[in-house]
């Protein structure tokens, strides 16, 4: 149980320069504040962010968000609550099957201040407070998944496969992970700079480059080189979030020029599995089509086929994916869903079904690193927070290392993937 004394809000800027919602709670032992992140690429079916779409910040303002929270603050106060019982409250008080009256960003925002401000109370780290609140039998150092060549709504160029990512499966530990991806990732720079000139090299949202490339396999080869000069051939997987439904227009994949069926784009898929040590594939196909999805995982049972876009960290859109055999692994976004309750509902139900786990960060981020704790106190397993560059990514890989040299010896590394 945790006593709220205040409860306030702001709008503070993301990283994008576009607002979002901050939140703060009091307890007896002081404050605690959150800030929720922002996408671009979205799902039809996400929880809804609340904007005022009025002129200021171009019809991007939260002040009807903030105003919410600062509404519940006389529901909140002087009352003892544990985090279902708090997330609970929230979802009854707006009262819509999409978090659309009072915004999933004003909601979010109060759920993660609650699960901090429980942290605080019972002097806890907060990867150790979500452990138990979540039953977690075991706590572990998630895999990072670098995004380090965006194409797609994360780019200007010309690739329409959005996130081409590193993941170092055969790190020891999780700071020879990051290690390996920032080296990676420099050489990678290098790399496209000789070949494309240093504006190939500007970072987008998410800290990945956006070179001049036209072909969806280029971006393979040019991170394979970077691995191999690094020399951890024999310890880094490729993965890649398609982000299908971004490319599908009236029944048909437009990729590269070319008008695709389902079965055109699966055979395409399978193409680079063979060609490449490609160990996720995110979205592959639009988020409608769970049939698809159920047939690339037939067809390549050794790759994690995740759901984004397809499950929202929705525990309704999760049992149908399970009922069609659509997916493996489940990309966990807790602003899809809104409350940390009901990702944790999300993680559990595919936990139990061995499906791996990959928490996700989105790409307007804050430097709020609520994500590093969950992925740990969950098990998750995974981790995707951008590249090893810009402090908002980073905040989230940095507060690994520290919850890493905390656990020390039984700092535990590496989840499905390994």
């Not at 047939?295 to 876009?309: E, F, H, M, N, S």
Request: overall charge positive.
């Amino acid at each position: 149980m945790v006593t709220l004394q205040d409860v306030r809000a702001r709008s503070i800027l993301d990283s994008r320069g576009n607002p979002t919602v901050e939140a703060e709670l009091l307890t007896k032992n002081g404050w605690v504040r959150a800030s929720v992140p922002s996408g671009a690429s979205t799902g039809v079916h996400e929880a809804i962010e609340l904007r005022d779409n009025k002129p200021a910040f171009l019809g991007k303002g939260v002040s009807n968000a903030v105003k919410n929270i600062n509404a519940l603050r006389k529901y909140l106060v002087n009352k003892d609550w544990t985090q279902d019982r708090f997330d609970r409250f929230l979802i009854t008080k707006d009262g819509t099957p999409n978090k659309g009256k009072l915004g999933a960003n004003a909601l979010l925002a109060l759920s993660m201040a609650c699960c901090k401000a429980s942290a605080k109370v019972k002097h806890l780290p907060l990867y150790e407070h979500i452990a138990n609140i979540n039953h977690s039998a075991r706590i572990s150092l998630p895999i990072p998944s670098f995004n380090v060549i965006n194409g797609g709504k994360h780019a200007g160029n010309q690739l329409d496969i959005q996130e081409y990512m590193v993941l170092p499966t055969k790190a020891r530990t999780y700071s020879e992970a990051l290690r390996i991806g920032s080296e990676v990732y420099h050489l990678l720079k290098k790399l496209l700079q000789n070949d494309f000139g240093r504006s190939a090299t500007n970072v987008g949202d998410e800290g990945g480059f956006a070179p001049p490339l036209t072909c969806y396999t280029e971006p393979f080869d040019y991170i394979q080189r970077a691995i191999e000069e690094a020399g951890y051939t024999r310890k880094v997987k490729l993965g890649i979030d398609a982000a299908a439904s971004e490319f599908y227009k009236k029944g048909t994949y437009h990729l590269e020029g070319q008008q695709l069926t389902a079965e055109q784009l699966l055979d395409r898929y399978v193409e680079m599995a063979k060609a490449y040590p490609l160990a996720s594939i995110e979205d592959p196909f639009e988020q409608e089509d769970f049939d698809s999805f159920a047939a690339l995982r037939k067809k390549l049972p050794k790759t994690q086929i995740v759901g984004d876009d397809l499950t929202v960290t929705n525990v309704d859109r999760i049992k149908t994916a399970l009922h069609k055999n659509a997916c493996n692994g489940l990309l966990l976004k807790i602003n899809q869903i809104g409350t940390i309750s009901e990702a944790l509902d999300a993680a559990q139900l595919v936990k139990a079904h061995k499906w791996g786990v990959m928490v996700s960060h989105r790409s307007g981020e804050t430097t709020d690193s609520f994500i590093a704790d969950l992925a740990v106190g969950i098990d998750a397993g995974q981790i995707k927070s951008g590249a090893p560059c810009r402090g908002e990514r980073l905040a989230k890989y940095n507060q690994l290392l520290r919850i890493e040299e905390e656990l020390g010896k039984k700092a535990r590394y590496g989840g499905a993937l390994r």
